[in-house]
C-alpha cells in the first residue's frame, strides 16, 4: 500500500512537473515576444477557527501571484466548499472552472499554544495528491508558514526553489531630500513586518545580507566616519569592520559568508579588499588609479565582479577570487556599475546608465547575452532572489519625491511595487531562511 | 493513515526561536546611539548669501568665509577637475585661511544624483582630495586639512534639471571649529 502510494505521488509530481516545464517554455518564448499565462490554481480557505486560515490562504494565494507564474482563482467561483481538508477533492469541480492545482489546508493549536498548519497540493486533472506536509510555529509567526507552504507549492510545481520565506533589508528613508533622514530596515519579502534597525542619526547605506548568518554588513557615517559594519539581526550587536585609514564602503560577504569584500578610498582612488573576518587579515585585490567597487563573488567564491573607471566610464570587470585576471566584460554604450553575481551563477545583474536614462539589466559573466530588464528615469541597485529568478531594485521620479523598491522577473515581465511605510532604497534580498 | 511528510526539525526549531529575535531586534532600534547631527555648513542653510549678506559677516568668522570668501566650488559631469572658476574661489579660500591660521578644515566632497551610489561615493571622495591638493598647493598645511565625502546623499538643490545638478557637483570647505 505505501509503495503504491509513493509511486502514485512520484507519477503525479512527473506530471505536473512535465506541465510546468511546459509553462516555462512558454515564458522563455515570451522573452523575445509576448507573455505566458500564469498557471490557473485555486486556493481554498484553510480550515480553522476564526479567521486565521482565510489569512493564510490569502498570504499563499498573493505570494503566487506575486511570482506572476501561477493566477490564483476567484474564490467565488469555487464549487465545492471544501469540508475536510485530508478528503480527496471532487477533482471535477476543480476541473469546471479550470483549476490545474488545487490547495486545502487546516490551521489548528496545539495543546501547548503553538499553531499546526497542514497543507495538501492536489493535481486536478490527474487527481492525485502532490504533497502534503504540516508545520509547528508560534501563533505570531503565522505569516511566515503561509510563506513556507507557497514556497512548497511553487517548488513543488516549477521545480525551482521558492523565494517567499525571505526577507528583504534595505534603506527606510524620510524627509525632504536634501535632508533625508536613513534608517537600516528589514521586512518580509512580500513587504509586511517591517522593522527598523538602526536610528535615524547617521547616514546609512547599502546592507547587504550574509549568505550563512543572520548578519548584515552595511556602511555608516557614524561619527562621521563613513566605514563599512556588521550588525547581527539576533543580538543587535555592532562592530566596525577593519581598522582602515579612509572612507570602506561598498561591503558584500563573500559567499561562505567568511569574508566581507568592500572598496577602501584613499585619496582619488578606491581599490577592492577583502576582509577575514576571522583572522582580521585583509587582502587587497586592485591597485590602480581608478574607482574600483562594487565587488560581488559568484556563488562558488572562484571570481569577482566589480565595476571600475579605470578605461574611462564605469565598466564592469572579472577577476579570480585573489585578484588575477582582471578582465573587462561589458562593452554596451553607456556606463555600466552596481554589478551582482546571481546565487545561480549563470549571470550577473547591473545597473547601466546610456542616453540619460538608467537601466536594470542582466549579462552572462563573459560580458555576452545582455538584456535590459526595465527602463527609466533612475533605475538602481539590483538584488536577486536566492533563487536566481526574480529581482528587486530601487526606482526613483526626477523631482522632489523619493525612491520605492520594485521587484521583477528575470524574463523583464511582471514588474511589482513593492509598498513600503517610507521612502526606500538599497533592497537587499536574504537568503532563503532555515 | 498519515500522507503527511514531516518538516526538517531545524526549520521549525528557527520557527519557535523567532519571536526572541524580534523583540531583540526592536530593542536594537529603540537603544540607538547618539552621534553628531549635521551642522549648518554653507551660506544657504543659515540663511546668507552673497547678495544679501556680504560685508555683514565678522572678519575671520566662519560667516566671513562663507559669506565673503566662498565655501564651495563645482564641477562638470562625473569630473574632479577644478575648473578656472573654481581655483579663483580656491585661491580666495588659501589666503583667507592663510590669514586665519586656527581653523581645521573639511573639505566635503559630494556628488549630483545622476550616478549610482557607490561611485558617487568614489567621485565625491575624488572631488575633495582635488579640492584639498589645490589648497595645499597654495600654502595650506595638509596637516590642517581633513576630507570627507557623502556622494550623493546630501544634495543642496532638489529639482529634476542640469542647472540644480550642478549646484550639487561640489566640494564645500567647512571650518572645523577655531584652535582644533
Not at chain 1, 503553538?114 to 497542514?118: D, K, N, V
Not at chain 2, 575648473?83 to 573654481?86: K, M, N, P, V
Given at each position: 500500500m505505501m509503495n503504491l502510494l509513493l509511486k502514485r505521488g512520484v507519477m503525479a509530481l512527473l506530471v505536473i512537473v512535465a506541465a510546468a516545464h511546459s509553462a516555462f517554455a512558454e515564458v522563455r518564448i515570451n522573452i523575445r515576444g509576448g507573455r505566458a499565462e500564469p498557471l490557473p490554481i485555486a486556493i481554498s480557505d484553510f480550515m480553522s477557527k476564526g479567521d486565521l486560515g482565510p489569512q493564510i490562504s490569502a498570504v499563499i494565494a498573493a505570494d503566487l501571484r506575486r511570482s506572476g507564474l501561477f493566477a490564483p482563482i476567484d474564490k467565488a467561483a469555487f464549487i465545492e466548499k471544501i469540508s475536510n481538508p485530508d478528503q480527496q477533492p471532487r477533482f471535477d469541480d476543480w476541473k469546471a472552472i479550470n483549476a490545474q492545482a488545487l490547495v486545502t489546508g487546516r490551521v489548528t493549536q496545539e495543546g501547548d499554544g503553538?499553531?499546526?498548519?497542514?497543507f495538501r497540493l492536489w493535481d486536478t486533472f490527474g487527481a492525485t495528491q502532490m504533497t502534503g506536509q504540516q508545520f509547528f510555529t508560534q501563533p505570531e509567526n503565522w505569516r511566515r508558514v503561509a510563506h513556507i507552504i507557497a514556497d512548497a507549492i511553487y517548488k513543488q510545481i516549477t521545480g525551482e526553489d521558492g523565494y517567499f520565506d525571505t526577507r528583504v533589508v534595505f534603506v527606510s528613508e524620510s524627509g525632504p531630500k536634501n535632508a533625508r533622514k536613513r534608517q537600516l530596515a528589514i521586512m518580509d519579502q512580500d513587504g509586511f513586518n517591517v522593522r527598523t534597525l538602526t536610528n535615524a542619526n547617521d547616514i546609512v547605506l547599502t546592507p547587504r545580507f550574509s549568505p550563512s548568518k543572520q548578519e548584515i554588513t552595511y556602511m555608516s557615517f557614524e561619527n562621521n566616519q563613513p566605514r563599512v559594519y556588521l550588525l547581527q539581526l539576533e543580538t543587535g550587536q555592532r562592530e566596525m569592520v577593519g581598522n582602515?585609514?579612509?572612507m570602506t564602503f561598498s561591503p558584500r560577504f563573500s559567499p561562505d559568508g567568511q569574508r566581507v569584500i568592500m572598496s577602501l578610498q584613499q585619496e582619488g582612488n578606491a581599490n577592492i579588499y577583502t576582509m577575514d573576518l576571522r583572522s582580521r587579515t585583509t587582502t587587497r585585490l586592485t591597485s590602480t588609479a581608478a574607482i574600483d567597487t562594487s565587488p560581488s563573488y559568484s556563488p562558488d567564491g572562484s571570481r569577482?565582479?566589480?565595476?571600475?573607471?579605470?578605461?574611462?566610464?564605469q565598466q564592469l570587470y572579472v577577476m579570480g577570487a585573489d585578484g588575477s585576471g582582471q578582465t573587462r566584460i561589458s562593452f554596451g554604450d553607456g556606463a555600466y556599475s552596481t554589478p551582482v553575481w546571481s546565487p545561480r551563477g549563470d549571470l550577473i545583474a547591473f545597473t547601466k546608465q546610456s542616453g540619460g536614462k538608467f537601466s536594470i539589466g542582466v549579462m552572462k559573466p563573459d560580458g555576452s547575452g545582455e538584456r535590459i530588464l526595465t527602463t527609466g528615469f533612475h533605475n538602481e541597485g539590483p538584488t536577486w532572489a536566492p533563487n536566481g529568478r526574480v529581482l528587486m531594485f530601487f526606482r526613483e521620479a526626477a523631482g522632489a519625491g523619493g525612491p520605492q523598491?520594485?521587484?521583477?522577473?528575470?524574463?523583464?515581465?511582471n514588474e511589482q511595487v513593492i509598498k513600503t511605510p517610507a521612502y526606500a532604497s538599497d533592497p537587499a534580498w536574504s537568503p532563503l531562511m532555515e | 493513515m498519515s500522507r503527511f511528510t514531516s518538516t526538517a526539525p531545524s526549520r521549525m526549531q528557527t520557527l519557535a526561536r523567532n519571536?526572541?529575535?524580534?523583540?531583540?531586534?526592536?530593542?536594537?532600534?529603540?537603544?540607538?546611539c547618539k552621534s553628531k547631527s549635521g551642522l549648518p555648513n554653507n551660506a544657504n542653510e543659515l540663511?546668507?548669501?552673497?547678495?544679501n549678506g556680504a560685508g555683514a559677516a565678522t572678519p575671520g568668522s566662519p560667516q566671513d568665509f562663507t559669506v565673503n570668501v566662498g565655501d564651495r566650488i563645482f564641477f562638470d559631469t562625473d569630473s574632479s577637475a577644478i575648473?578656472?572658476?573654481?581655483s579663483q574661489t580656491l585661491d580666495r579660500q588659501a589666503q583667507w585661511l592663510a590669514q586665519y591660521p586656527n581653523y581645521a578644515i573639511t573639505v566635503e566632497g559630494h556628488a549630483d544624483e545622476r550616478g549610482t551610489r557607490e561611485y558617487n561615493l568614489a567621485l565625491g571622495a575624488r572631488r575633495a582630495s582635488a579640492a584639498k591638493n589645490y589648497l595645499v598647493s597654495r600654502g595650506v598645511p595638509a596637516n590642517r586639512l581633513q576630507t570627507i565625502s557623502y556622494g550623493k546623499e546630501k544634495p543642496v538643490a532638489v529639482c529634476d534639471d542640469i542647472s540644480c545638478w550642478s549646484q550639487n557637483r561640489r566640494a564645500v570647505t567647512v571650518l572645523g571649529g577655531a584652535g582644533m
Open positions: 503553538r499553531l499546526r498548519a497542514e582602515f585609514p579612509g569577482i565582479v566589480f565595476e571600475s573607471d579605470r578605461g574611462g566610464k523598491l520594485y521587484s521583477i522577473d528575470l524574463t523583464g515581465y | 519571536p526572541v529575535m524580534v523583540a531583540l531586534v526592536l530593542t536594537l532600534s529603540l537603544a540607538g540663511g546668507l548669501n552673497g547678495a575648473r578656472a572658476d573654481a
